[in-house]
């Protein structure tokens, strides 16, 4: 990802350009300062292997990331991300995941099989629930959910010794 690198560009045309997908129309829409900031991102995920998408509205989560098996870190906060995709579940390496301040509702299934993940944070988004197998994530330490519209923990969460879980 070259362009990247390029601290002194200035203007990327993008016009008339129908089978582009990546950036997405969300980032490209936003000026040649939003593209570089994606392609930095994409950038830092494949020799990183973190993921730091925070802050710039994003209404989906970019899928050029689920393809990238080692990154270990995803911060996609501050978004209005509101489904994630089933691809996450290919994010095999993934150990912590931070998708605080965004739109979701619920939690895909797929992210029950991300079994090294270690800290969970889903705090001020819309979750209703979570999913049933998430006690398959045997690593998952801490766990923030404050600020959903969450009833009682699920018993076999809340029961869970090395689980720090911050819930409300």
């Known amino acids: 990802n070259a362009l990247a690198n390029c601290a002194a560009l200035e203007q990327i045309m993008l016009l008339r350009n129908p089978d582009l997908t990546s950036p997405p129309k969300e980032v490209t ?3 040649s300062s939003a ?4 392609l930095r991102c994409i950038q830092q995920a494949l020799t990183e292997q973190i993921v730091v998408f925070e ?3 994003y209404l989906r989560v970019p899928l050029e990331i689920m393809s990238l098996a080692s990154v270990t870190s995803m911060s ?5 991300i509101e489904i994630l995709p089933s691809e996450i579940a290919s994010l095999t390496s993934l150990g912590s995941l931070n998708l ?6 619920m939690l895909c299934d797929e992210v029950c099989e991300l079994t090294r993940l270690r800290s969970l944070s889903c705090e001020n988004n819309f979750l209703v629930a979570l999913p049933d197998k998430i006690t398959r994530l045997v690593n998952l330490l801490d766990v923030h959910l404050n600020g959903n519209f969450l009833g009682d923990a699920p018993p076999e969460v809340a029961k ?4 720090a879980l911050e819930y409300g």
Not at 35 to 38: D, E, I, N, Q, S
Not at 76 to 80: G, P, S, T
Not at 100 to 105: E, G, I, S, T
Not at 160 to 163: A, D, E, F, K
Request: aromatic share 4%; net charge positive; proline share 4%.
């Open 29 to 31: 829409s936003k000026g």
């Open 35 to 38: 593209v570089l900031g994606y």
């Open 55 to 57: 802050g710039s509205s």
């Open 76 to 80: 996609l906060a501050r978004n209005a």
């Open 100 to 105: 605080d301040k965004n739109r979701l509702a």
């Open 160 to 163: 869970t010794p090395c689980l």
